[in-house]
């Protein structure tokens, strides 16, 4: 099972180079995961319209997107357990907060602090997309998860 993973878009509208990302690189995805600051309601339709997505809320978002999404949960998928979580506060351990979040779970995906991450800490795969949305901190990022005999997670860098 292959799923795309987009965080922290905070878009006010899919424009026109988001949607060009989106469809280049999750074009043979099965699910799309997001793990919230959606920011606008327009970029939940448009992914929605595109696959299933699975989300969750973040810090950003507003009160349609944090009605219609948990701040976090925990899905099944191929026999593991994936917790899907925004995250909060400072980006120095975000990490060991988030996992004092979920009970037994083979993978965190998360967002937040807009840089990407993915590794195994003792028997739990992290992994956070960064954002698609350039900064002048981090370049633009989306990432790809694969689920098989294990998770594995790629991190994309979009190039201008």
Known sequence: MKIGVLSDTHLTEPHAEFKKVVELYFKDVDKIFHTGDFVDWSVVEYLSSLKELIAVCGN?????IRK????????????????????????FGIESRIRDEFDEVDAIIYGHTHTPAHHQVKNIFFFNPGSPTRSFWHAATIGILTIGEKIEGEIITIRP
């Open 60 to 64: 950003m978002d507003p009160f349609p």
């Open 68 to 91: 219609a999404f948990p701040a976090k949960q925990v899905i099944e998928l191929e026999g593991f357990r994936i917790g899907l979580i925004h995250g909060g506060g400072a980006p």
